[in-house]
């Protein structure tokens, strides 16, 4: 074990999947020589290591970054592209939802396309709503892509490296305010499989699911409410597709409340399909009404009061669970 | 610039795949009459059938295609089994993609006819990630591309062009300019009316061709590999064809001038090339009588198989998302 922050373990599961497999290679804007020259971004120092044939900064140009992934995948590789921000995914999002969700399906089976995108997420570093916007509900939206997003640098490591040898095109969420976080990684090469979430604490009154950032936000919300005795499951998603059904599901069986908490958007958000799910299939076990902590349907506003109104607070996280308590 | 002798084999080889690729297209407009037959929209590419088989020609086993939404000429010169094809046009569980892909998503891995997209545009930019895998591994492959001077003003074909020539991938861009995109002449949507042009814009060579005629295409088609393939980086063919049978089978064509068809349908391509290798004498009226007859059986055996082949059942509809283990 070693302590290092999510940038340094990102790098170190990209140096490991590069080391251990000539078919991996990374391309993006700025993935050799970025504009940052910190030790926590996920690619630093790795054109040096690795040089320029395996490690191509691209033109700014997301659709062909995401077609290269496509083609090359299929083709046998394991490209490893970035997308600078979330928000510029809708410039790949057509090679992404028609083609690499899509292709494979469309072939009966006979190809693969065995990609990972890294996308660069996140809100509260006042760039605004054009450089910050969740558009994760989008994604899960789209058959065919899987979806991780990862909280702990042990997480991201984990992840990275089960996405980048996963047969089948994986999309990882890296919130950048997590990047200079410190956490233990252990050594060397090991897994987190995708579609297994986390229980991060066990209580009895309320289920409460977060993923990234946002789970910070639901750890100290619900921390506030140890004084008034009210103590919850919390549980870590890491993967949002395919979705740890049974470990949700278990959890509000055994609680019968359910509070989700994601800084994106509320309307249509990924917490919805969470509730739906919950009360479909956990209906008679609820005790009280499914809370959903998102943001207003308004884009990322760029002031610091306006960005922190739009984002999710231990405050509202706390009034939510016991909203769903108070029935 | 003068041609390279072609051998009378290749000729020969040239003609019939055109013959056995408007044959199929043919009955798939018979077929179309058919109540029930043929489910969705047909997309042909009667008329083009010397860019599919010119290009393709010049290629080796191992290179890659990227086809689009006019697929049949793309795929059957490459040699995928015509019976596998229509059974998938049929929606049949025997065909390319067990039903799933239907005619418009037509893709043949056996044959690396890998990728095919309807999206307008979007081959491009996975052809640049093929013909990357092959520039990484060094395996001295070319990866040819097709897409319509429609998709020509898709930024996504701007961004691959862009890529491509910036990396030096053996790429070759073959536009199909068949005079219509939906129902709007290159005049109308397209800032240039030479296509090829936008080579020098990516500094690539940029030639344009006669599609009519398969022997122009063929020649070109090797040069412009070569170049692919010495790593001097990718090339652009612009192919003037013209599209006969409107967008897909139930476009009636209202907006095009008759004799604009008719124009054009002197220059059909198949029978041009008929009429070339009769005269030359590098083809007697009984071996093309024959190459009829064989084009003819092998369309209808390809029928006949996907007609008694089953519907794949409704369930099946989960499966391939993803690999297995799949996860609902």
């Given at each position: 074990m070693?302590?290092?922050?999510?940038?340094?373990?990102?790098?170190t599961?990209?140096?490991?999947?590069?080391q251990?497999?000539?078919?991996?290679?990374?391309?993006g804007?700025?993935?050799?020589?970025?504009?940052h020259?910190?030790?926590?971004?996920?690619?630093?120092?790795?054109?040096?290591k690795?040089?320029p044939?395996?490690?191509?900064?691209?033109p700014?140009?997301?659709?062909?970054?995401?077609?290269?992934?496509?083609?090359?995948?299929?083709?046998?590789?394991?490209?490893?592209?970035?997308?600078?921000?979330?928000?510029?995914?809708?410039?790949?999002s057509?090679?992404?939802?028609?083609?690499?969700?899509?292709?494979?399906?469309?072939?009966?089976?006979?190809?693969?396309?065995?990609?990972?995108?890294?996308?660069?997420?996140?809100?509260?570093f006042?760039?605004g709503c054009?450089?910050?916007?969740n558009?994760e509900?989008?994604?899960?939206?789209s058959?065919g892509?899987?979806?991780?997003?990862?909280?702990?640098?042990?997480?991201?490591?984990?992840?990275l490296l089960?996405?980048?040898?996963?047969p089948?095109?994986?999309?990882?969420?890296?919130?950048?305010?997590?990047?200079?976080?410190?956490?233990?990684?252990?050594?060397?090469?090991?897994?987190?499989?995708?579609?297994?979430?986390?229980?991060?604490a066990?209580?009895?009154d309320?289920?409460?699911?977060?993923?990234?950032?946002?789970?910070?936000?639901?750890?100290?919300g619900?921390?506030?409410?140890?004084?008034?005795?009210?103590?919850?499951?919390?549980?870590?998603?890491r993967s949002?597709?395919?979705?740890?059904?049974?470990?949700?599901?278990?959890?509000?069986r055994?609680?019968?409340?359910?509070?989700?908490?994601?800084?994106?958007?509320?309307?249509c958000?990924?917490?919805?399909?969470l509730?739906?799910?919950?009360?479909?299939?956990?209906?008679r076990?609820?005790?009280?009404p499914?809370?959903?902590?998102?943001?207003?349907?308004?884009?990322?506003?760029?002031?610091?009061?306006?960005?922190?109104?739009y984002?999710?607070?231990?405050?509202?996280v706390?009034?939510?669970?016991?909203a769903?308590?108070?029935? | 610039?003068a041609?390279?002798?072609?051998?009378?084999?290749?000729?020969?080889?040239?003609?019939?795949?055109?013959?056995?690729?408007?044959?199929?297209?043919?009955?798939?407009?018979?077929?179309?009459?058919?109540?029930?037959?043929?489910?969705?929209?047909?997309?042909?590419a009667?008329?083009?059938?010397?860019?599919?088989?010119?290009?393709?020609?010049?290629?080796?086993?191992?290179?890659?295609i990227?086809?689009?939404?006019?697929?049949?000429?793309?795929?059957?010169?490459?040699?995928?089994?015509?019976?596998?094809?229509?059974?998938?046009?049929?929606?049949?569980?025997?065909g390319?993609?067990?039903g799933?892909?239907?005619t418009?998503?037509?893709?043949?891995?056996?044959?690396?006819?890998?990728?095919?997209?309807?999206?307008?545009?979007?081959?491009?930019?996975?052809?640049?990630?093929?013909?990357?895998?092959?520039?990484?591994?060094?395996?001295?492959g070319?990866?040819?591309?097709?897409?319509?001077?429609?998709?020509?003003a898709?930024?996504?074909?701007?961004?691959?062009?862009?890529?491509?020539?910036l990396?030096?991938?053996?790429?070759?861009?073959?536009?199909?300019?068949?005079?219509?995109?939906?129902?709007?002449?290159p005049?109308?949507?397209?800032?240039?009316?030479?296509?090829?042009?936008?080579?020098?814009?990516?500094?690539?060579?940029?030639?344009?061709?006669d599609?009519?005629?398969v022997?122009?295409?063929?020649?070109?088609?090797?040069?412009?590999?070569a170049?692919?393939?010495?790593?001097?980086?990718?090339?652009?063919?612009?192919?003037?064809?013209?599209r006969?049978?409107?967008?897909?089978?139930?476009?009636?064509q209202?907006?095009?001038?008759k004799?604009?068809?008719?124009?054009?349908?002197k220059l059909?391509?198949?029978?041009?090339?008929?009429?070339?290798?009769?005269?030359?004498?590098?083809?007697?009226?009984?071996?093309?009588?024959?190459?009829?007859?064989?084009?003819?059986?092998?369309?209808?055996?390809?029928?006949?198989?996907?007609?008694?082949?089953?519907?794949?059942p409704?369930?099946?509809?989960l499966?391939?998302?993803?690999?297995?283990?799949?996860?609902?």
């Amino acid at each position: 074990m070693a302590e290092m922050s999510m940038g340094q373990a990102l790098n170190t599961a990209l140096t490991l999947a590069m080391q251990g497999d000539d078919r991996v290679f990374l391309a993006g804007e700025g993935v050799g020589v970025s504009i940052h020259q910190d030790p926590n971004m996920p690619t630093h120092g790795l054109l040096e290591k690795f040089g320029p044939q395996r490690i191509k900064d691209t033109p700014v140009s997301e659709a062909a970054i995401a077609g290269l992934a496509v083609g090359a995948s299929v083709m046998g590789l394991r490209p490893v592209v970035e997308i600078m921000f979330f928000p510029f995914i809708t410039l790949a999002s057509d090679m992404l939802v028609n083609h690499a969700g899509k292709l494979r399906y469309l072939s009966g089976g006979k190809s693969s396309f065995p990609l990972t995108v890294r996308v660069k997420a996140g809100i509260g570093f006042g760039a605004g709503c054009q450089h910050s916007h969740n558009l994760e509900a989008w994604i899960a939206h789209s058959p065919g892509l899987k979806l991780v997003w990862p909280s702990t640098p042990h997480d991201a490591k984990g992840l990275l490296l089960s996405a980048i040898f996963d047969p089948d095109p994986v999309i990882m969420v890296e919130d950048m305010m997590l990047y200079w976080m410190k956490g233990e990684v252990p050594e060397g090469d090991y897994r987190i499989p995708i579609g297994q979430a986390r229980l991060v604490a066990e209580g009895t009154d309320c289920t409460v699911v977060a993923y990234g950032a946002a789970l910070y936000t639901a750890l100290k919300g619900v921390k506030a409410l140890a004084a008034e005795g009210i103590t919850c499951d919390i549980i870590d998603l890491r993967s949002l597709v395919p979705l740890d059904k049974a470990c949700l599901l278990s959890s509000v069986r055994k609680t019968g409340r359910l509070v989700v908490v994601h800084e994106a958007n509320r309307f249509c958000g990924y917490g919805a399909e969470l509730a739906a799910i919950a009360a479909e299939e956990a209906f008679r076990d609820l005790k009280g009404p499914i809370q959903r902590v998102a943001a207003p349907q308004i884009p990322v506003p760029g002031s610091p009061p306006q960005e922190q109104f739009y984002k999710p607070s231990a405050e509202s996280v706390a009034a939510a669970i016991r909203a769903a308590i108070r029935g | 610039m003068a041609l390279q002798p072609i051998p009378a084999d290749m000729q020969q080889h040239l003609l019939a795949q055109m013959v056995l690729i408007r044959r199929f297209e043919e009955k798939i407009i018979n077929l179309c009459q058919k109540e029930g037959c043929l489910p969705g929209m047909q997309i042909l590419a009667v008329g083009q059938e010397a860019v599919a088989v010119g290009i393709v020609a010049a290629l080796e086993p191992n290179d890659i295609i990227v086809s689009n939404h006019r697929s049949h000429g793309h795929l059957l010169a490459r040699g995928a089994n015509p019976d596998a094809l229509m059974a998938e046009i049929m929606g049949k569980v025997s065909g390319v993609g067990h039903g799933k892909a239907g005619t418009l998503h037509l893709s043949v891995p056996e044959v690396n006819a890998l990728m095919t997209s309807t999206v307008v545009g979007a081959g491009p930019p996975m052809a640049a990630g093929a013909a990357f895998a092959q520039q990484y591994c060094a395996t001295g492959g070319v990866t040819a591309v097709f897409f319509g001077d429609g998709a020509a003003a898709e930024g996504s074909v701007h961004e691959a062009m862009n890529l491509a020539s910036l990396w030096k991938l053996p790429l070759l861009f073959v536009c199909e300019n068949n005079c219509w995109a939906g129902a709007q002449k290159p005049s109308q949507h397209c800032s240039t009316q030479d296509i090829s042009k936008r080579g020098e814009a990516y500094d690539m060579p940029g030639v344009r061709v006669d599609g009519n005629d398969v022997e122009q295409v063929y020649d070109l088609a090797r040069r412009m590999i070569a170049h692919c393939r010495s790593g001097q980086g990718p090339a652009l063919i612009e192919a003037k064809t013209y599209r006969m049978r409107g967008h897909g089978e139930k476009d009636r064509q209202h907006y095009v001038d008759k004799s604009e068809i008719e124009y054009w349908a002197k220059l059909c391509p198949v029978a041009r090339y008929r009429q070339k290798l009769l005269s030359g004498g590098v083809i007697s009226e009984t071996q093309l009588l024959k190459m009829e007859r064989q084009a003819i059986e092998r369309v209808e055996a390809a029928v006949a198989f996907a007609e008694k082949s089953a519907y794949p059942p409704p369930e099946s509809a989960l499966s391939d998302v993803w690999t297995a283990p799949e996860n609902a």
